[in-house]
């Protein structure tokens, strides 16, 4: 499967960056979830460009629901999220169907759709694509919320400046909801916008680091093998453009520790068991254990920089420059950070309904499996 | 699908590390590839505990072909691989039954499995289960290095030592063949060897980082979305027990640099595309670029030490303290180093399956398809 | 996977009967397929209503693409076709918000989305759906035609009005193309259409059987189990809305045979394998004999008549009676018929894709496998 | 996916009938379920050549559980059943090496595996592979029925002899199971035996007709698109070697019939609501209704016949005849009629996970979803 991602809960997008629209199909999600349109536009302009930190390309981003929601509410059957392309200006990437363009998949495209493929704008690779992902996502987020699950992202480090970890995980997600660009760290804002501006003044790009964190995810969901947690979900995120790592809990850090260090000691509080420290990130064995599930998604600085770069001509095999014209992101970490939270949402309600069935997401009472209790997710141990 | 993993080659695995039996089913591989049961053997022993840092539990570990395989030859239907677990001594993990070991999966499981999983020696989460991954992954390594495809793994890190990164890539993956403690510095075998002896010593266990490259792999293989490589690759690599991050090329590192530092040049080099430098790791738009791929995967700590930790009693809900006994690694990077040369390898295999065919691995002519461009793969410009 | 069938090519479908508007995603198919607008719409002519047979609703079904074909071609990424709902009454449907047509899904919908279904005109269960998968169907069966495979069905009973059975295949399939009552004797045609009309002048419906032919299909193509060519054939071809029954070659009629009977000898036929007799209908152990695949589908009569029927009313559990009101189909054949076409086409370039990778439809040269034989398919022998 | 099926209960199968052993790995089953080894055993004797109307070979049959199962009941992780063969006289064969036998798979398996399958006694492709599903299905079933599921077939037809219909399913089930020649009408089994002496007498064979009913099973399972019950049920039935058509209800009987006889009036008895007549069969928009779940298979005649058959020599192109040797059944019709039963409760467990969870079936409470109501299956409307 290509373009499609899941198994009870599934997504498939579509669309090429100056094409006639791009958008999703979300299908498999339980009937009756109440969809927002509101908290949907404000997600997807959470993603859209804005100021000077992002591409001057202005897409006024409304999506269209054509199928799968009926008196405000979900079906149960395919969704279908649809968002024209309105500001193409394809005369900037004439010479882009020849040049590759260095960190692009210009030449990868090449190699596997032998030159039929939409070159315009980085076509089906574009960045853009992700806003149908980002429309799915906000059903997602909303429905895994009402069941008590929060998810949020922030910038951990961008073109070197860090922001500080996730403290009290209920709380920092809170203040992330709805922030156009998601620190944790006031202070730290105005130094990450700095780094990406001074970037740009030079032609050239930044990436950075984005820290999830999922709050209230119930334990014993996942597989030990080949489905994973940080499997699935790691398999979902690697298709945001530029992400080239991604790590649960301590990560590649876990590498230098000791076993006595990095292990994390259960502690029974309240009559629930939590762990004191959170290393393995909320998962043992492949299964949520109940704690705050943490992931770290590293993302490359944007390829298209407006510098002079060595590449060769696709048509002839020689050697050449290229000079990037057209409109670039000089970061992209500031807009992929709801990109992130979506693809997350969206492969949890997936695992939810796997484990639990295609209706848990709209039962009314909670606690239903004798394994899932909320106080047992996101506390920290004294 | 749980113990399944692969589309068009895929993988099934079986087994609890003091069961009867453990193995695992290869399914989708062309008919007509060798199968060196020698060369099994050798694999297998790669993965075995031996001398002092490792486990003192010796099993056999010889594998029986049961179905798949004619006149020395695949059939192109299942290829079932059966390991009979000899050495178990279950009697050492009785108090394990109810005392969640940290960094272990007994509580996940407990949760998901509600107190039916067969908790000994960590059951279906321990890492035995890898010895059927390692019996399949053979054959799909040697089919691959007869198209001219080379894997190999070295211990990137351990304990803090540090390897030296790969070179010459295909030089350095027929250097690491067959080495029992794959490292590229021979020097740092004996470091990394100390720093194993010592955690033993001290009752507790080091992590490290594996380092694949996928030497020969032709351009245009993978998807955009969700298949990326990087997608597909991670899914799969997290499988192996402790690891907690992959990467590819330059990855996290990424995250630091500019564009124009990480981006790699495209160069023409006696008429076939390469790139300059490789920060990309082989993949760009989740296709592969027919540079070398490079793989980097977090391995946290072995969990089982023997220091004494806190934990909680799963029947009462009390807290408790837990004193390990049994025989465990107190390292395992170097045994997980040939489970990721053979999860690359079936991952790859199935990748190549899906672009070019079932039959594709047993053609003997290379380059049928314009892309497939031998000179093209793993060359670093000048 | 819901709403979304195949593995290498795969179709995804979406909307509702009185939605905003219905569509299909198609993946996976090779980059640089023609996509023919003008045979789109004369796909989509052949679904559409027409005349006193069918239902009085009439939809342009103008079909919109909006991703996925670039310069008239395939680009390799999803296609993307759309069809705006136009013609919706739902006002005449107000009655069976809780009133379950007997036949229909009325009641399985309510068990399955508890109410909160689209319930307008039968919603997401509508045979309207279909008309995504004969946009995609369309390009799917160019695609194959440029190859040399051709699929064509014809109303083999109706109401129980026999047609002739295939005769010499390709000629036959060369007939039925483009035929808008699609039946090989000429002299069938109105008999059928006036056991339709007698039907529709009592209130109820007639039913019959659609028989698919496929010639040119190369041999060696599916798999013993569980992806038989049958299984895949019927798992897929069961969504057509009405379908009851699949049968391959002989199908129930072969039950009844003796071996020596229903056995179709080999013959060598100018130095091709053909079969005399085609009794397995061109699949022996779910994969191809290269002779014409041969498929039967039972459709029951269309469920929505107009005489008054016994039914329950869903929100008060009661016994009601219910006289349909509305548009509707006096019998579906006709129209279902290019859906058999177009997801048979569907399904057989995703088996040809796994098979032979997923560039096959667009190599330009034949018989690059060497059981890929042109003159092996389709002949009979003398 | 090829030897694997299903999604969150999935099976994978393996062996040639000639090989070392043959098996199935049945991973996703809930933990907990016991595993009653008498009743496999029972299971597999029903599957098993039994006297003049079978195949002279005889095998035991004894299965080996090498993983999965702890303390009796199942662990939630891949059980694995191990069947070793035993009576292989592989001498028989040789002349089969290269003359296809007609109407079995000697032809397309070349095609497909280019002279490289085990070709003795048909190899992969031999209905002994049904040995494993039968062992998994043996769980299936017994967990199904633990809660209140029931599942049974008879030979519905076999030479031209029928039975009578399924009428009190629930009792008819009951009297099912068990039975060695499953016959509903025990005058039927003198009738049935007789024809098949008189094909063996003659070198011939014959086929026949099963019938299988599901009694219990809850309304809102199963998809409107792609996966229909009818879809996946006969997706995974086209396995059983022979099986040439599936039909549900009243099948391709509903083709010849008006929607005023075929539609089955709804009706509400003691608060439930169920349906007059069932000729949907129990699916209705390919979702279940509640009522008995009615699927028939037809199956072919056994293909190996001891009359002279023209077929061609696969070495060298050429005509030839074929009198084939070795041990073969007359009939197959009652051994495959517990391989149906077996794949039907397997494709339903999966169902039942899906829809509800994946540990549904170990549930002790009835009816937690409001539309699992017990009273709602399986009874008929006065």
Known sequence: MKNTFGSSVSLTIFGESHGTAIGAV???????????????????????????????????DSVRIVSGVFNGK??????????????????????????????????????????????????????RITAGIVAAGAVAISALRAKGIKIGTHISSCGGVKDRPFMNISED??????????VLDDACREKMTAVILEAKAEGDSVGGILETAVYGFPAG???????????????????????????????????????????????????????????????????????????????????????EQQTVNMNTGENTTLQIQGRHDPAIVHRARVVADSITALVLCDQLALRYGTDWLVQPYKGVEENVNENNTGASAP
Chains 1, 2, 3, 4 share one sequence.
């Open 221 to 307: 969901v996942g597989e030990p093998w080949f489905d994973t947690l940080e499997g699935v979900l790691s398999h979902a995120l690697f298709s945001i453009p530029a992400v080239k790592g991604v790590e649960f809990g301590t990560g590649f850090g876990a590498s230098e520790l000791h076993g006595s260090q990095n292990n994390d000691a259960f502690r029974s509080v309240d009559g629930n068991t939590v762990t004191a420290t959170n290393n393995c990130g909320g998962i043992l064995g492949g299964i949520s254990d109940g704690m705050p599930i943490v992931i770290r998604c590293a993302v490359k600085p944007t390829p298209s920089i407006y510098k």
């Open 74 to 127: 979900t079906t149960g059957t395919p969704i279908t999220f649809i968002i024209e392309n309105q500001d193409t200006r394809s005369r900037d990437y004439g010479e882009l169907a020849y040049k590759a363009r260095p960190g692009h998949a210009d030449f990868t495209a090449q190699m596997k759709y032998h030159g039929f493929q939409d070159f315009r704008g980085g076509g089906h690779f574009s960045g």
């Open 173 to 182: 997600i809170d203040k992330l909801s709805g922030l156009p660009f998601a």
């Open 26 to 60: 979300l299908d498999g999600l339980a009937a009756g979830i109440p969809v927002d349109e509101d908290y949907i536009a404000s997600q997807m302009s959470l993603r859209k460009s804005s100021g000077d930190i992002s591409t001057p390309r202005m897409e006024a």
